[in-house]
Nanobody, 114 residues
Framework: QVQVVESGGGLVQPGGSLRLSCAAS????????MGWFRQAPGKQRQWVAA???????TYGDSVKGRFTISRDNAKNTVYLQMDSLAPEDTAVYLC????????WGQGIQVTVSS
């Protein structure tokens, strides 16, 4: 059974940084894309970033230039480095592994507030 667990969320002041991690267990995802979405209260789920098996990264317009996605295949883990955080980045962040068959984490809260 595949399990996906996010970590690294929390409270940060505007302008600060956080690094999210998301680890999968139960199967390998070396050939699979990985990525992040987020969902703020009262808003639709928003795609944040994705990284494919060639380590090509793509980003949503709202985070481009501030967030960096990376992956460690040996650890079956995807990361999201978030810099220059703003209050509008406050949301539950969810990671996923795979394309056709996707596996999702439960989500982790990120709050940007002074």
């Amino acid at each position: 059974q595949v399990q996906v667990v996010e970590s690294g969320g929390g409270l940060v002041q505007p302008g600060g940084s956080l690094r999210l991690s998301c680890a999968a267990s139960g199967r390998t995802f070396v050939m699979a894309p990985m990525g992040w979405f987020r969902q703020a209260p009262g808003k639709q789920r928003q795609w944040v970033a994705a990284i494919d098996r060639f380590r090509t990264a793509t980003y949503g317009d709202s985070v481009k230039g501030r967030f960096t996605i990376s992956r460690d295949n040996a650890k079956n883990t995807v990361y999201l480095q978030m810099d220059s955080l703003a209050p509008e980045d406050t949301a539950v962040y969810l990671c996923y592994f795979g394309a056709t068959n996707q596996y999702w984490g439960q989500g982790i809260q990120v709050t940007v507030s002074s």
